[in-house]
């Protein structure tokens, strides 16, 4: 998924990347930059230098990998140059046009990485492994440019940023959005901060969660909490207490691994959610929010569950 970032004020050498879903790019066209409330014939922002596709990974199956395999999870590869622990890349069989998206575990160098799941496909040599992320970097001059800071008031990003390239020499055209904010929307849950609030929570893990304590659950439980919060009228990066946050993290993570376990677990983990939720934001506002472009944290008023 290509959710919407945060590019940090007054930070250097960051980037605005977009994976592309059709395959890697063979080039692109354009990356501009708008306001939201801007249409595309506006002047765009001088927000981005020139895009460019990833060069890495950009490798080939070199020993038949994936389903039917001793190790279905295995993808052998020519080189393992730029391939990064968490990030998803796409995985084609040039004869028969199947494909599947890998999130890499492992990488063993020069050699295979490990997907997190058996693979559903049998890959022969030759099969090509890629990133298909276009990526733009933010300019110095625009970045450091208070006056471009997005209003943290507004759970919606404050930009979008209108992508077009080329792919098996056909022309897309996506967007993906962003905001420049003093703090970027963030957890800092653990899965040792799981065991700690959920002692069972390594023995409860699905199988191929295990081996690293359940890090994608907590990452997928965090944008969970962004768009409750979204709901609530609130942005996730104008939260000013990570504390409070990190509750609520840890409480949706759990409701993610009660799925697995039986309605009547799954209710109860809910609930506790739920109540945390409102005690926190919906019903009654206990967290410090921002309420201008500064950095400040403020007590604001909750919006309530019948609020227009």
């Known amino acids: 998924m290509n959710d919407a970032q945060d590019i940090l004020y007054g930070v250097t050498s960051q980037t605005l ?3 592309a879903p059709e395959g890697r790019p063979s080039s692109v066209t354009s990356m501009d930059v708008f306001p939201m409330t801007s249409g595309d014939d506006a002047t765009a922002e001088p927000a981005l230098g020139a895009a460019a596709v990833e060069t ?11 389903y039917g395999e001793t190790d279905p999870r295995k993808v052998n590869l020519t080189a393992t140059t730029g391939i990064a622990i968490g990030r998803s890349y796409l995985l084609t069989n040039i004869t028969s046009g199947e494909s599947e998206w890998v999130e890499v575990v492992e990488i063993v160098s020069a050699d295979y ?6 693979l559903l496909n049998s890959y022969p040599t030759s099969s090509t492994f890629v990133s298909t992320r276009i990526s733009a970097t933010v300019d110095s001059t625009w970045v450091a440019d208070s006056t471009n800071i997005t209003d943290d008031l507004d759970p919606n990003p404050g930009y979008r940023c209108r992508v077009q390239y080329v792919v098996a020499s056909q022309t897309y055209v996506h967007h993906v959005e962003f905001d420049l904010v003093r703090y970027q929307g963030r957890h800092t849950v653990t899965p040792v901060d799981m065991v700690r609030f959920h002692p069972g929570w390594n023995h409860e893990l699905p199988t191929y969660h295990q081996p690293d304590g359940g890090k994608q659950l907590i990452a997928e439980a965090y944008k969970q909490v962004k768009w409750d919060l979204h709901a609530a ?3 996730d990066e104008g939260l000013r207490s990570i504390e409070g946050v990190n509750q609520l993290v840890k409480h949706k993570a759990w409701v993610l691994l009660a799925r697995g376990q039986g309605e009547q677990m799954l209710e109860l983990a809910r609930r506790e959610y739920q109540a945390q939720l409102d005690r926190l934001v919906q019903v009654t506002n206990r967290l410090p929010m ?3 472009a500064s950095g400040a944290g403020n007590d604001v008023a909750a919006h309530g569950i019948w609020s227009k």
């Open 17 to 19: 990347v977009f994976d």
């Open 56 to 66: 890495n990974p950009n490798t080939t199956v070199d020993a038949t990998s994936g």
């Open 113 to 118: 990485v490990l997907a997190r799941e058996p």
């Open 233 to 235: 009228g609130h942005a």
């Open 290 to 292: 921002a309420t201008d």
